[in-house]
């Protein structure tokens, strides 16, 4: 009789380095980009986002982009409630964000310093560490920036090269 395995949950696996998609400036000259790993951003915290940058930057000539999108349904049950009873709730929307990726762009007639002014104040109202970059800013794999001697393939590759023969003196000994 074969034995079948119960799957439990877990939590779904959020990119944390390997990609350098989704890490430079696209559309606009000027970037909003995660420093930190792992975090769930809320559309309402994404939203809070947005209006600030909207009010600091009042009356000038530009255009925001959003890179992400709250695309994850976040369910909730009560505190006091008993295991078991299904999912829960609807609660709100969320996003899980990538660190070092790119959560807003901003193009337009607007000087360099009120940008990073509008962009560190929403920065403070999101969850996480956050970083201004501009367009033609070399790309990020992880939390460490590509150029300047650094490639992708040096950083995929095992960081430490073992000779030969302690490679062979490690594995265990067949008779």
Same mark, same amino acid.
């Given at each position: 009789?074969?034995?079948?395995?119960?799957?439990?949950?877990?939590?779904?696996?959020?990119? +944390?380095?390997? *990609?350098?998609?989704?890490?430079?400036?696209?559309?606009?000259?000027?970037?909003?980009?995660?420093?930190?790993?792992?975090?769930?951003?809320?559309? *309402? !915290?994404?939203?809070?986002? %947005?209006? +600030?940058? &909207?009010? #600091?930057?009042?009356?000038?000539?530009?255009?925001?982009? /959003?890179?992400?999108?709250?695309?994850?349904?976040?369910?909730?049950?009560?505190?006091?409630? &008993?295991?078991?009873?299904?999912?829960?709730? =609807?609660?709100?929307?969320?996003?899980?964000? @990538?660190?070092?990726?790119?959560?807003?762009?901003?193009?337009?007639?607007?000087? $360099? !310093?009120?940008? &990073?002014? @509008?962009?560190?104040?929403?920065?403070?109202? /999101?969850?996480?560490?956050? %970083? =201004?970059?501009?367009?033609?800013?070399?790309?990020?794999?992880?939390?460490?920036?590509?150029? $300047?001697?650094?490639?992708?393939? $040096?950083? #995929?590759?095992?960081?430490?090269?073992?000779?030969? %023969? !302690?490679? +062979?003196?490690?594995?265990?000994?067949? @008779?």
């Amino acid at each position: 009789m074969a034995h079948t395995k119960k799957s439990r949950k877990g939590r779904p696996r959020v990119p +944390t380095g390997g *990609s350098t998609r989704g890490t430079t400036v696209v559309w606009g000259d000027y970037g909003l980009r995660m420093r930190d790993h792992d975090r769930r951003v809320s559309a *309402s !915290q994404l939203k809070n986002g %947005e209006e +600030t940058i &909207r009010k #600091r930057l009042r009356g000038m000539k530009y255009r925001l982009y /959003m890179r992400i999108c709250a695309n994850i349904g976040v369910y909730t049950s009560g505190n006091e409630s &008993r295991m078991g009873k299904g999912k829960g709730t =609807f609660d709100y929307w969320a996003s899980r964000v @990538a660190v070092s990726k790119i959560i807003f762009e901003l193009k337009g007639d607007v000087h $360099e !310093q009120v940008v &990073r002014d @509008a962009f560190r104040l929403a920065g403070n109202k /999101m969850p996480g560490l956050y %970083e =201004f970059v501009k367009r033609g800013d070399p790309p990020v794999m992880g939390i460490t920036k590509l150029g $300047e001697g650094v490639t992708a393939e $040096e950083l #995929r590759r095992p960081r430490i090269k073992l000779p030969l %023969e !302690q490679t +062979t003196a490690r594995l265990p000994a067949s @008779a």
